[in-house]
């Protein structure tokens, strides 16, 4: 009884959490496109980039564009969004966005902070995906290209990536008759600063290194690991294509200052070993950061 209450209790702090995340990164989008990406007709792509176009021309609410614009996507996408709760917090994060893109509105600058269209370009960029990573990291997804993408790739089998790409191109090609080639130029800038700014929320910036060896001699090699570095390891067995030898594989995760630790530690035990070194986002568990849900 009491282990079901904690656990009752855990998931409805994960989901305030949740909705926490998506509602803040919501913020940072409207306030985002309000002072630098509408100023300088820059279009972030998807369907809020398709709802600046419209609102040149016809002068319509950007927010309320935006929300008819993701309302049939909901309904054709909802089975592809990873479930009803994930779901739920998309529409969340849609209806968010929708509303404080044109609530905000009236109390920021029309003209924007600045003029420069590179500024504009920058800072529109880091601070539309700072939002949208915290949408991530709640969970959810910004409706729009998100939506379109997941469609693409279960109708015709198109790689998520390859969607994007489809759906934000047609965007940025549209825009370019409507706000002029330069502004165009600029906004794909836009698109590949906030895909690394979104990277960054989700995936984290404590990049670590994580290091696969081959040795004739594991247990030395795994003994100096633990012993002088306080690093776990991980025996796994393996058979070489080649030779048909059995060999032990040790897998490790260091830091990146670690890295030429333990390629000087594999040296001194094995300096025939064979080791490959590579990059990992995120690690989470014991030596590193903490599991979360």
Do not use: C
């Not at 904690?6 to 306030?31: C, H, M, P």
Request: avoid cysteine.
């Amino acid at each position: 009884m009491i282990e079901r209450l904690f656990a009752e209790k855990n998931l409805t702090w994960d989901s305030v959490r949740d909705y926490f995340l998506i509602a803040s990164g919501t913020l940072l989008q409207a306030l985002a496109m309000r002072l630098f990406l509408v100023p300088a007709q820059l279009v972030s792509g998807g369907v809020s980039g398709m709802a600046q176009i419209i609102n040149f021309y016809s002068g319509w609410p950007i927010g309320l564009m935006v929300f008819l614009g993701n309302v049939p996507l909901l309904l054709l996408g909802w089975r592809y969004l990873g479930g009803r709760r994930f779901a739920f917090r998309t529409a969340f994060a849609v209806l968010a966005f929708s509303l404080l893109v044109d609530l905000v509105a009236p109390f920021l600058p029309a003209q924007g902070l600045t003029d420069d269209l590179l500024l504009n370009t920058l800072y529109g960029g880091v601070i539309s995906e700072v939002g949208y990573g915290l949408v991530y990291r709640g969970r959810g997804t910004s409706g729009g290209s998100d939506i379109l993408a997941r469609i693409l790739n279960h109708w015709r089998v198109i790689p998520i990536s390859q969607s994007y790409l489809m759906v934000d191109s047609l965007i940025i090609l549209t825009a370019g008759f409507s706000f002029g080639w330069e502004n165009a130029l600029y906004a794909l800038v836009v698109l590949y600063v906030s895909g690394i700014a979104a990277e960054g929320i989700t995936e984290g910036l404590n990049v670590v290194r994580t290091a696969l060896i081959i040795t004739a001699h594991p247990e030395q090699v795994a003994e100096q690991i633990m012993t002088q570095m306080e690093r776990g390891v991980t025996m796994l067995s393996a058979r070489g294509g080649y030779t048909g030898a059995e060999r032990t594989v040790i897998y490790t995760v260091v830091s990146r200052s670690e890295v030429a630790q333990v390629k000087a530690l594999v040296h001194e035990a094995d300096p025939g070993a064979f080791m490959v070194i590579g990059h990992a986002h995120e690690v989470l568990g014991e030596g590193f950061q903490r599991m979360e849900s």
